[in-house]
Every structure is written in C-alpha cells, then in structure tokens.
C-alpha cells in the first residue's frame, strides 16, 4: 500500500503561498494522488487529484515530479478561511494518516 | 442531490448497547467507506464495499460489522459497544475503489460516546 508522509503542521499568514509536501516512496505505477482538506467538525473534502507533472483548478495547483515519489499541494493566498488539515493520499490507499494542520494568521 | 447522509448526527450509548449506523448515497456510486476520526487524529478506516454485494476489512474491523444493503446504502454495526469506540464515524462513497482514479464524497459524520 501506498504509504504517505508529510509533515505534521504549518504555519503561515494571509496572503502568502503554501507548499504542502508529501512523500509517497511505494506508490504504483497506476496510482494517482489525491488530496482532502478537512475543517474541524466536517468530513474531508477532495481538493485536487493528479498523475505525473502539474494539475490546477479553482482552489490549488499539484506538482508531481516526474519520479512520482512526492507530491506538492500549493494553495496560492491563503486567507484565514484555508485553516485546516490536509491530507495526502497515494492510489487506491485509503490510509489518510494524520495529515498536515494548517494555521493561518492575520 | 443530498450527496451522503448518514443517521444519526450524534449517539451517547452505554457499554454493551448495540446500534447501526446508516449512510446512504445518491450519486450512483459503486464503492462505499466507513471510517473512524478519533481526536487530533487523521481517518482509519474500518470496512469498504467496493461495489454492491462486497464488503472488505480495513485498518480497524474489530468490534464492527457492515451490510452493503444495496447500491445506495451501507451501514455500520456495532454489536457490544465499549468506551473505545467513542469517535466520530464518517461514511464516504466513490465512483470506483480499484483504478487508481477515484474521488471520495463524505457525509457529515455521527458523534457516538460510549459510556
């Protein structure tokens, strides 16, 4: 299974960009890797999801290099509102780990 | 759509009490999760269905069975409840669980307390 790592928690401020890292050493030839954002008393919500180079919609952009043994999430301009935890999740794993706390300050 | 729901939104039992809970799905999905959230913890999983008539165990199966009713439906039993299973219990649901390609949608949760 297609264990992930990435680190416990983050900080940062209005306005600035967040790069979220996750390693994924085991993941399969197949596998895509998706990430959640989860708000405290809510149930995770998928935020983007993608196979090799580069994806972007409306709320992040993944990177993928092309070794495909990490990710980065990029959440460009926080505001206080992307407050949360992010979780990475490699292919059919549906391990989500503890994720990575993201603090927001004004 | 209604997305996923599931029933109910909080539960206090005593040791010993039994229940189900239930999720249900409206977007036509094959596959269906039940998961646990302890505090400051991420997601354990504890049994999926990949599609109608299959269930598998997960992370954390002991204490809990599953009925994948039908497509739209899958519940979570707990026969002898115990202070352990204190947790916040999600269902999700997904177009498939195999491809490599999928999306989970999750319902909003059910509080259970076990005393």
């Known amino acids: 299974l297609a264990k992930t790592t990435q680190p416990i928690s983050m900080d940062s401020y209005e306005g600035q960009e967040v790069n979220i890292t996750c390693s994924h050493n085991?993941?399969?030839?197949?596998?895509?890797i998706t990430w959640y954002q989860q708000f405290p008393s809510q149930g995770p919500r998928f935020i983007i999801q993608?196979?090799?180079t580069k994806v972007t919609n409306e709320v992040a952009s993944l990177f993928i290099p092309a070794d495909r043994k990490s990710s980065t999430l990029s959440l460009p301009r926080v505001s206080l509102s992307d407050t949360a935890v992010y979780y990475c999740?490699?292919?059919?794993?549906?391990?989500f780990g503890k994720g990575t706390t993201l603090s927001v300050s004004s | 759509n209604a997305g996923v729901t599931q029933t109910p939104k909080f539960q206090v039992l005593k040791t010993g009490q039994s229940m189900t809970l239930q999720c249900a799905q409206d977007?036509?999905?094959?596959?269906m999760y039940w998961y646990r959230q302890d505090p400051g913890m991420g997601l354990r999983l504890i049994y999926y269905s990949a599609s109608e008539g299959t269930t598998d165990k997960g992370e954390v199966p002991n204490g809990y069975n599953v009925s994948r009713l039908n497509k739209r439906e899958f519940s979570l039993r707990l026969e002898s409840a115990a202070p352990s299973q204190t947790s916040v219990y999600f269902c999700a649901s997904s177009e498939a669980v195999r491809t490599g390609i999928y999306e989970q949608y999750f319902g909003p949760g059910t509080r259970l307390t076990v005393t």
């Open positions: 999740l490699g292919g059919t794993a549906l391990i």
């Open positions: 993608g196979y090799k």
């Open positions: 977007m036509n999905h094959n596959s």
């Open positions: 085991n993941i399969a030839t197949n596998d895509y």
